[in-house]
């Protein structure tokens, strides 16, 4: 506790002598105070990283800010063509042998889908369609595709994560991209 407190007043802005006002939000205050960054760990969920972030700590995936948090850094992934931790099919139906893995920008997006579905297999396999051209994660449906996960990100912050999943709220519909 003692430490806490430390932390709080060394992260405040001390405004005459009684009051003071932290600079950090709770939830920075929190990471620090665990010393290690939640959204390194959400990375380490789709990207290979040092396993020793994956180890160090466990987060609740069915928590809902949990959830919100892991959405929210995985949006940052965009533009990240690591080859992915997983990829290539997802269900055991899909016949298809895929010639490439997937990279992390659209490991991180289909990561999203499974935390918001809690289902692991919610599409076939782990590529986006673009439904017009009939190819596989190209690098215009994978922008499309993040513009419309942020949008869709948006409205389940506004409506809450119970509320998206009861609605069905689904950051592809309407759009040509889909899950393969």
């Known amino acids: 506790m003692k430490e806490s407190l430390t932390k709080i007043i060394l992260l405040s802005v001390c405004c005459g002598s009684f009051m003071c006002i932290p600079i950090l939000s709770s939830s920075k205050l929190k990471a620090s105070r665990l010393g290690y960054d ?73 990561y999203i889908s499974y935390l918001f579905y809690q289902k692991w297999d919610h599409s076939n396999a782990v590529f986006l369609v673009d439904k017009q051209a009939d190819k596989l994660n190209t690098e215009e449906a994978i922008k499309e595709a993040y513009r419309l996960y942020r949008e869709w990100f948006q409205k389940v912050k506004t409506i809450g994560l119970s509320n998206a999943r009861a609605a069905k709220l689904d950051p592809l519909t309407g759009s040509n991209i889909r899950w393969y």
Do not use: Q, T
Request: glycine residues 4%; contains cysteine.
């Open 38 to 110: 939640n959204c390194r760990y959400w990375e380490s969920k789709v990207a290979p990283i040092e396993s020793s972030v994956e180890e160090k700590k466990s987060i609740n995936e069915d928590e809902e800010a949990n959830i919100l948090e892991a959405i929210d850094c995985l949006l940052k992934l965009e533009g990240d063509k690591r080859v992915a931790k997983f990829g290539g099919a997802a269900h055991p139906r899909v016949s298809r042998i895929f010639d490439e893995m997937s990279k992390v920008e659209v490991a991180a997006l289909y």
